[in-house]
């Protein structure tokens, strides 16, 4: 008998293999293993600000960074750590992975939606990441998007 191929029959577009499969899946429990892999590289990230910060503390007066470099990398520390970790963590991972399964469903109801989310993920961080380096003093103080206008004309802007 010829049966045809269901959307949820494969996890990515026929055809497709590799970083390819990964990258364009729709599968509930790959975008699970993505948004843990990506929560764990936005984690490590923050926490290698954070311990800039310690690095700055060490000793009295200024010891690797100025004060306005260091309020643009606590900011954008405790940033990251809450919206990309903290918040994202539990719901996105686990719920991806195990509520289709507990459910009894083929995947979530808008997979694409679902894959899209997890590129707007990836590249809000990565947009929170690069304000760093387009403030008006590049390349740390000021990152333009944690920057209102009425605050220019104030040296440090966090
Ligand atoms: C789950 C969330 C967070 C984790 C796991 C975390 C982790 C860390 C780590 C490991 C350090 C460096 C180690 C140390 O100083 O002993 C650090 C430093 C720091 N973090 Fe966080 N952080 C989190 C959230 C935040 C938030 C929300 C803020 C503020 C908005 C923040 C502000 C700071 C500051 C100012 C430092 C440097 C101060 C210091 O080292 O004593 N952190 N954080």
Do not use: C
């Amino acid at each position: 008998m010829n049966k045809s191929i269901s959307f949820y029959d494969t996890p990515s577009p026929p055809g497709l293999k590799g970083i390819w499969a990964w990258l364009l899946t729709h599968d509930h429990k790959r975008l699970g293993l993505m948004y843990m892999w990506a929560i764990l590289f936005w984690f490590v990230l923050a926490m290698f600000l954070g311990l800039l910060l310690r690095f700055e503390l060490m000793s009295q007066g200024r010891t690797i960074m100025g004060p306005e470099a260091y309020n643009s990398l606590f900011t954008l520390h405790g940033v990251i750590m809450i919206f990309l970790f903290v918040i994202p963590a539990i719901p996105a991972i686990f719920g991806n992975f195990f509520l289709p399964i507990q459910l009894g469903t083929d995947d979530v109801f808008f997979p694409r939606l679902n894959l899209f989310s997890w590129y707007l993920f990836m590249f809000g961080g990565l947009f929170a990441l690069i304000s760093l380096f387009s403030g008006r003093d590049f390349p740390i103080p000021a990152g333009r998007f944690m920057s209102p206008s009425v605050w220019r004309s104030i040296p440090m802007s966090v």
